[in-house]
């Protein structure tokens, strides 16, 4: 495919390039990075922009401010279908996103900078290679909002960390550190939270002066098999989160959550009186 050199332009998602790597970082820094409508919709136009450049061959993603991203905002009426806490529309773009990240030949590198809860956490395993700062944690709150597991972590989960820790992570919703992801095989490895992003763009330059037509063969070899098993539960995993934001226990959940926060925002605005 032919390539472009020149990003698009997008508003909550800004993309950096230097030679043979992109950077895309998650710039919703006064919302945690949470994810939005909109904000998908440029994630996934930033990834197919990436896998169509031939100039880019690493790909990092990071976020801007203190988080990763803070997962699904859930609060967003954007978000939200005409019966159900999370739309259709929102479900079709994050499929896309997790197909483009299953298919890609690209090395592609999450740069943790921060908490990363939802989302966050669930898709690092789509990634080749994850860094965090030692600060971050991770959990994934799917049963608490009576929703299911995305980004594939149903099967990763259970592969790379072994059935417990992923069932801790999405039937319990336990928060786990970067220090117990590392020594369970999802995060590559964790370094200092100075210069953090530099570090990982020493490994990502690196990475660019390596033979591309190797780097790209042995990908292949490494997903062999993989890639099938990946969009086939992407598929359920997603017609599943449909079926579910559609029912009781996530509304319910969720407009809880959002009576708490109106409530703790009243009070608030009351204390500075």
């Known amino acids: 495919m032919s390539t472009s050199a020149t990003p698009p332009k997008l508003t909550n998602v800004a993309i950096n390039t230097e030679p ?60 939200q279908g005409p019966d159900s806490t999370i739309s259709d529309e929102f479900i079709d773009v994050l499929s896309e996103i997790h197909k483009t990240l299953i298919n890609s030949n690209k090395l592609l590198i999450s740069a943790v900078n921060g908490p990363a809860p939802g989302w966050g956490t669930s898709s690092l395993a789509l990634t080749d290679l994850v860094y965090s700062t030692p600060d971050a944690f991770f959990f994934t709150p799917f049963v608490q909002w009576g929703l299911c597991a995305e980004a594939c972590s149903s099967h990763t989960f259970k592969t790379i960390l072994g059935r417990q820790k992923a069932s801790a992570l999405i039937l319990a919703g336990q928060r786990m550190t970067a220090q117990e992801l590392e020594s369970a095989g999802l995060i590559t490895k964790i370094l200092p939270k100075e210069n953090f992003l530099e570090e990982v763009l020493k490994v990502a330059r690196d990475a660019v002066k390596l033979p591309a037509e190797s780097l790209r063969v042995n990908k292949e070899l490494i997903m062999r098999g993989t890639r099938e098993e990946l969009l086939r539960v992407n598929d359920v995993e997603l017609e599943m989160l449909r079926k579910q934001c ?3 226990e996530s509304k319910e959940a969720i407009a809880s959550f959002a009576e708490s926060q109106a409530r703790k925002k009243k009070e608030k605005e009351k204390a500075k009186l």
């Open 20 to 79: 043979g790597i992109a950077i895309l970082k998650y710039n919703r820094p006064k919302s945690g990075n949470a994810l939005n409508t909109p904000t998908i919709k440029e994630i996934l136009a930033g990834l197919q922009w990436a896998e169509s450049s031939s100039d880019v061959r690493v790909v990092i993603t990071t976020g801007e401010g203190k988080l990763y991203t803070a997962g699904l905002d859930l609060l967003d009426p954007a978000n």
């Open 246 to 248: 559609r029912g009781k």
